[in-house]
Structures are given as C-alpha cells and as structure tokens.
C-alpha cells in the first residue's frame, strides 16, 4: 500500500495542473482502492460551494457543473465536520443530497474524506460501491492517507494553475504565495528565474528567441555528450565485461534523435527554449521508469536523470549571450546564493524571492544590508513558470504576490511612495540623538556581519554594533578560517566602527546555520548541538577564535565578547575559564590590551530564569529575542507552515523580555537586545519602558526606531507596557501598539498585509 501512495503522489507531482492531477487522483485510486467510483469536489474560494471536479464512474459532463453549498449533502458534511463519513447505505442518511445529473443512483456504499492543508479545507475526496457494505478500516485508512498526502500536492497545484500563463496570450491569474520575512520593504517588478547549474528540476519555462538557434545548442550539446560517453567506454573497455559494455550503447541509444532526442526536438519546434524542452522530456521519462515495478527498469531513471543533467551542463555552457535584466528586476530561485546577487548590477535589483531559506541565510543577510526586499520560503511558489512576469514583494509580512490585480498593485505602489518619502523625512534624524520627549536618552545600535553593512550602519547614524555574526566568515568558506584570517576579519569590523564598541559574538552554528565542511546532521537541530555546545566541545576553535579578537582589538580596545546558546552556569564558567586563558597566552605573546566586557545572550528560556546568577558572572545581557520567541512558542521561525504562530509580542515573550530587564537591574549589569523586535517602533517603545538599555538591529530598521523613540515620553511608554501586560492575547498586543503608534502620528510604520 505504501507504494502505491507513493507512486500515486509521483503521479500528481508530475501533473501540468490542478485539473490533471484530480484526473490523475481518482483514476488511481478507484484502481487502487477497487471500488467503482472515485470523485473529487474543491471549494471555490469566491463563493464557498464545492465544486464536482473530477470523477472516474460518474458522468463527466457534470465536471465543472455540479456544485454543493457548504453544509449541503454528505460532501458538505465531511467538509464540515472535518472527518471522513463512511456509510453502508447513503441515501437513508439525512444528509444525503441526491444529484439527478451525476448517475449516482446506483451507487450505495460512500466513504468521504476532507482534503485539508494549513487548516483550510480545499475539498472532499470520496469512493463509492454499488453494493451496500460498510468500507472497512483499511480502506478508510488509506483514504485518509492519500488525502492527507495529496493535500499540499493540490494545493500547489491550484497555485501553479492560477498563475499558468497562456505563452502566446501572456495572461494570468492573480496568486499570493506566503513565505517567511527576509528583508522589509515592497519590490514591483518583473521576475528573473535564476536555474542551478545542471538542474533539470529548476530550469525556468520560456518561449525561445531563436527556434533555429535552440535546435542548434541542442544537438551540439547531444554531440558532445556523445563523444563524453564514448571516450568513457573506451577508456574503459579492458576493464568491463561485454555485458556492462554494452550499458554505453544504451546511454548513446537514449540520446539518438529517434529516442528522446526527437522529443526533445519537438518542443524546441513548438516554441520552447532547449533548455526548458530538455527538462520537461527528462523528467517526464524519469518519471516514467520511477513508476515501473522491475527494479532493473526502475533503477534507468538514474541513468536518463544522469544523461539529462550531462546535455543540460552543455546547454548552459554554451548559453553565453550576455543576460539582459530588466529595470526593475526581482530575482526568483529555488535557493538563491549570495554569488546570485553578483550576476546584477544593483541599480536594477528590485527584490529576492527564494523557494528555500531562512531569515538567517546569507542571502538574507545580504539583502538587509543591501536594503533589498526579499521573501524567503516560498515553498508554494510555482517559480520555474514566473519568467517575466510581474511580481510584487511584501518583505515586511513574507507574501509574494503573482499577476497583481490592479488594485492590489496600486496599493503596493502607494506603500513604495511612501516608504521613499518617510525614507526622506527620516535622514533630517541622522545626525540627532535617540533621545524621547522627556529626554530619556536610548543608544541604537545594529547588528552586522558582513563589510557591506558597515558604510550603511555607519551612514544611518550606528552607535555601536550590538551583534558581529562571526558565524558569517565561516559560512562564506570551504574551509575554516585560520587565526591569523580570522584576526584580520575582526580587525577590519573593529577598525571600521572604532571607537564605537562592537559586540562580537562567538561561533554560532547548527540549528539552520550548518557549515558545509562541518555538517551536523540531526533530527532537530534546534535543540541539538548548536552554539557554545559545539564549541565548548571542540575548545581549539573556541580557543583560536577567542585569540584572534583579542589580538585584533589591540591598541583599539572597542571589543565586546558575547556568548550565544547559553542554559547554564557551568557552561558559562567553562567558557569565562577558557577565555581567561586565551588572554593570558596572548598577553604572554606580547599583545598589549586588558580583558574586554563578556556578556551571554539570552535566547533560551533557561536563561531567562537563571538571568541572575548568568549576570553575576559577566559584564553584560544581551537578549536574542528571535531564538528566545522560538524557544518559548515552540515554533521554528524559518517553517512557513507555523509562521502565524511565531509572535515577538505573545505575552509569554513579554513577561520573558522583563523578567530579564529586571533580573539585569538587580544585579547592576547593563542589559541589551539584538533581535528583530528591537528595531520594530513598537517594539523599541516597550523595550524602552521596560528598562533596556540598548537596542540593536538591522541598518535599515534605525531611523524609523530613533523616529518613534523621538516621538514618546517615557512614562507614556510606561503606562502602554502596563497596559499591554494585562493582554492575552499577541493579536491584542499588536492591536494596541498600533493604535499607540497612529496616535502619535506614526501609522507610517504599520504595515498590515495586503489581500
């Protein structure tokens, strides 16, 4: 059974559209199940009805036809009560609907199941018999599977169909697709699909230029494969048996033109670039030997996938016209790279949309300090077909919107025009201090991890950097970073802000932060060897980068060292006993400089309650908000499935956020924070009533912070923090800063999604 889900699930993945893969679903099914009836109605999204879309042994014209309202008939029943309904004899029940047109009447036994993705039901799958019998638990069993498998498969589909654009027509459906925040801000513009290097699963669909030139490319490209696979085998010849020999002339048959090859050709002829018409005939084939059960025949798709990847390689290399990007391009790709960002000038990059990712992928990281707007984990993006077509970006909520209509797009206009004219109004700040109305002064910090963020941070009025992501250096290698490379890393970051202090955190991986010459492998990485844990266990890299800070900050002296991931005490002291040492080896060295302030981030709810007894021991607290909100919430901020759970301003988050503030405060240790919510204005006005003393952030984020600070008195914020702490609910937190915002003339800073 488990294999026929599977082969089910390769079936429909494989599907052009929504439309072919119901197709797909109820043929298969009714084959695998045995029954004599399989049927699929959706709920349209405009008016809630539920759509009979596909069938097998029903009638066919009532496709599209036929429809249910919600509660209506036992297809209204299953979607209401969100559970399957199995029935012996379904026209005695007093839900049953009887629909004349549909040819059901000889049909008894049904058996009904919701198709539910993200808690939204998309519509029922059911099975009927003629003979009345109740389907047993194995078959409601699988049922319930094969709905929950295909849920997300149809989801994407229906997003895929929606934004399928007729080639010669160039029109399309509206879509929003979510994804996580990368970098704030709204992008307009057109999208670029950026392919992997011999790829056949991310190679965009685009018309070709030049059908002559396209059939050209390709059969060289099949000509050099050619002479690769020939050269092998006989390179090769003295070592194989005959009969292994003669796998070669089944590689050099697959790329004959009377094979695959005139497939190919086809496509190419009909309008599609090489690249794009390789892609679409390899997979399909691949595909196609997936699903055969000889495993000597199962076991060809490795061989075509390798062929295909082999001619597409020569396609690239030979694609060497120079590519032309748009004004306002928005680059697209399943997982972009920083080195993606060097193939466009700046002036013309818009935005980043990336399929995978994180907030905390370089490119990410790189798109803040850029300032570009950016979307990552768009895992329902169709990205392969969005070639040139219009794009909108919403960095401050992690939707991207496909085919915008025009009032959508003339909204997000608005939001550009206004973001540019606060943009304006923000710079006469640059030069003031973050001072509130009382005069409660607020030092503004920013976090950095890269050289480009530092003119930038700099340039909006930085006044120390509150978090330096070693880790950055590190990920940007194939190797680790000597001591002496590392020195001069730090050196530059701590000669470019000097003498403003700069916070150096330690080495900070795992989690989603994984060195590709150091990989960790674990079922949940986020609780598993991350932070000081893989450092304190491997003390030559803690010890090595340790040295090189001091050695960089000598004759500066603006060095802060802080500790990320810490949950206890001993493991602070085992770091505190190991820097200790590090600064008396280079001290013995002849490095001039005193030991610099050591503080610990608080970003697991341990340290939250052993904030006390952390500040004793060092000189400073620094709380990471973003890890400490996963933590406590239980939710990965980087999975767009759980992205509504995730809130900076849950209540649980804010009594966490004081308690720190206050155990700070008694133990005379200064306290900072370096997460997203500090360079929020809403979230800098409650962190400034409740007691921190510095707020660190992205570049981009600090004037509209120093803005709202300017902007209140002290003790107002006070009375909101009061206020808000009897909430509980976030969605009441945020309402309230909200309407605290607009009414000190700053509902510029809302940013609520736009439908």
Not at 394 to 420: A, C, M, S, W
Request: contains cysteine; negative net charge; proline residues 5%.
């Amino acid at each position: 059974m488990l294999e026929t889900l599977r082969q089910i699930v390769q079936e429909v993945n494989s599907a052009e559209g929504l439309d072919d893969a119901l197709d797909i679903i109820v043929r298969r099914v009714r084959d695998a199940m045995g029954t004599q009836v399989c049927s699929v109605y959706m709920r349209d999204s405009l008016t809630g009805r539920y759509v009979f879309r596909a069938t097998e042994g029903l009638n066919h014209e009532q496709v599209g036809v036929a429809s249910l309202a919600p509660g209506e008939g036992l297809v209204g029943l299953v979607a209401e009560r969100e559970e399957p309904v199995n029935l012996e004899n379904a026209e005695n029940h007093p839900s049953f609907q009887f629909l004349p047109d549909l040819g059901e009447e000889h049909y008894h036994a049904f058996l009904g199941v919701p198709i539910i993705h993200q808690r939204e039901v998309l519509g029922v799958l059911i099975v009927q018999q003629a003979e009345r019998r109740r389907f047993d638990e194995s078959d409601e069993a699988f049922l319930v599977t094969m709905s929950a498998q295909l849920a997300g498969v149809i989801a994407h589909a229906q997003v895929t169909g929606a934004v399928r654009v007729d080639l010669a027509a160039g029109e399309g459906g509206a879509a929003k697709i979510f994804g996580v925040p990368g970098a704030p801000g709204i992008a307009i513009g057109t999208a670029v699909v950026v392919s992997p290097v011999a790829d056949l699963y991310a190679v965009p669909s685009r018309p070709a230029r030049d059908r002559r030139h396209e059939l050209w490319a390709f059969r060289e490209a099949l000509q050099s494969v050619r002479k690769d696979i020939e050269a092998v085998a006989a390179n090769l010849g003295s070592e194989l048996s005959p009969e292994d020999h003669a796998l070669f002339d089944v590689y050099l048959g697959i790329l004959d033109d009377s094979a695959i090859g005139v497939e190919v050709v086809k496509r190419i002829k009909a309008g599609q670039w090489a690249q794009g018409a390789l892609s679409q005939v390899m997979i399909e084939h691949i595909r196609h030997f997936e699903r055969m059960e000889h495993s000597y025949l199962k076991e060809r798709a490795v061989d075509v996938k390798d062929l295909g990847t082999r001619v597409l390689a020569y396609l690239q290399a030979a694609d060497k016209e120079e590519r032309i990007f748009p004004e306002h391009t928005i680059l697209v790709g399943e997982e972009l790279t920083a080195s993606s960002l060097g193939e466009i000038a700046r002036d013309k990059l818009a935005g980043l949309i990336s399929v995978k990712g994180s907030g905390n992928s370089h490119v990410a990281i790189l798109a803040r300090a850029m300032g570009v707007p950016t979307v990552m984990g768009a895992v329902d993006l169709p990205y392969t077909r969005l070639q040139d077509r219009e794009v909108v970006i919403d960095g401050y909520n992690g939707t991207v919107h496909l085919n915008p209509l025009p009032e959508v797009k003339r909204r997000f206009q608005q939001i550009v025009d206004e973001d540019l004219a606060l943009s304006r109004d923000l710079e006469s700040l640059r030069g003031l201090p973050c001072e509130t109305l009382d005069g409660h002064r607020m030092p503004l910090w920013v976090n950095t991890g890269l050289m480009a963020d530092v003119a930038r941070s700099i340039d909006q009025g930085a006044e120390g950097v509150g978090l330096y992501r070693t880790e950055v250096p590190f990920l940007l290698r194939d190797r680790f970073p000597s001591e002496e490379e590392q020195r001069q890393i730090y050196r530059n970051q701590l000669e470019a802000f000097s003498p403003r202090p700069v916070t150096m955190r330690t080495l900070d991986i795992g989690g989603d932060k994984a060195l590709p010459y150091f990989p960790i492998e674990e079922d949940n990485p986020f609780l598993g060897w991350r932070g000081i844990r893989v450092t304190l266990d491997h003390p030559e890299i803690f010890l090595a980068q340790i040295r090189a800070m001091l050695k960089a900050n000598e004759g500066l002296g603006n060095l802060r060292i802080m500790l990320p991931m810490i949950c206890n005490v001993a493991e602070l002291d085992e770091a505190l006993e190991l820097i200790h040492r590090s600064h008396r080896e280079v001290v013995q060295e002849g490095v001039e400089g005193e030991l610099p302030p050591i503080g610990v981030m608080v970003e697991v709810p341990a340290a939250v309650y052993q904030a006390r007894a952390l500040a004793r021991r060092v000189n400073f607290l620094s709380v990471g908000s973003n890890d400490l909100t996963q933590y406590l919430l239980a939710v990965d901020r980087n999975n767009a499935r759980v992205a509504d759970l995730y809130h900076s301003l849950h209540p649980a988050v804010l009594q966490a956020l004081v308690a720190v503030a206050v155990a700070a405060r008694a133990e005379n240790v200064p306290i900072g924070i370096c997460g997203e919510l500090a360079g929020e204005p809403e979230g800098a006005v409650l962190l400034l009533a409740m007691g921190y003393d510095i707020l660190s952030m992205n570049a981009t984020s600090l004037p509209k912070v120093k803005k709202a600070l300017r902007n209140v008195r002290i003790a107002e914020a006070q009375e909101l923090l009061s206020e808000v702490m009897e909430m509980e609910e976030a969605s009441q937190v945020r309402q309230r800063l909200e309407q605290f915002l607009a009414a000190h003339g700053m509902e510029k800073f809302i940013h609520s999604p736009v439908d």
